[in-house]
């Protein structure tokens, strides 16, 4: 039985490479558009011009889905009252691109300090986003977030 367990972890951790050297130029494409935008928003340089307008996002904890609105409100007072992302590090679980929109599931953990708390605290996230294809870009679109 340790053995089929350890063929088994072993099998399952060289899959994880392989799946992301197969991936189509339009997987690559979404993957990097993730990366940045992750990058982006954490060193508190995101913006709102790669959200589509009608999108809705769901974050674990929150009571109801926020827009557009609600999260750009959200994330301006987070950083206003001093709230930081020291790192973000994002892993691809799956893409699928269909018909102009792409589902990625990934994970995301990272280093953050809300605002008044003296330490950072470490998070880790599970993502469903979707995006939207639009005049050549991929916006984010809707997706639900689950701390773990």
């Known amino acids: ?16 490479p392989t799946f992301a050297q197969e991936w189509s130029s339009e997987q690559k494409e979404v993957w990097d558009f993730i990366v940045k935008e992750t990058d982006l928003w954490c060193a508190g340089k995101g913006s ?29 007072a987070y ?40 330490k950072p605290s470490f998070e880790t996230v599970r993502w469903l986003d979707v995006l939207k294809k639009e005049n050549d870009k991929w916006l984010w679109f809707t997706g639900y977030g689950d701390f773990d």
């Open 79 to 118: 950083r206003q009252l001093g709230g930081k992302c020291h790192v973000a590090e994002a892993f691809p679980l799956s893409i699928v691109v269909e018909d102009g929109f792409a589902f990625a599931m990934y994970y995301l953990r990272g280093w953050s300090q809300a605002p008044g708390v003296e």
């Open 1 to 16: 039985m340790k053995q089929l367990t350890t063929v088994c972890m072993v099998f399952g951790l060289c899959m994880i």
């Open 48 to 76: 709102c011009e790669t959200v589509h307008p009608d999108s809705v996002y769901w974050q674990s904890g929150d009571p109801a889905p926020a827009n557009q609105v609600s999260d750009k409100k959200f994330y301006e």
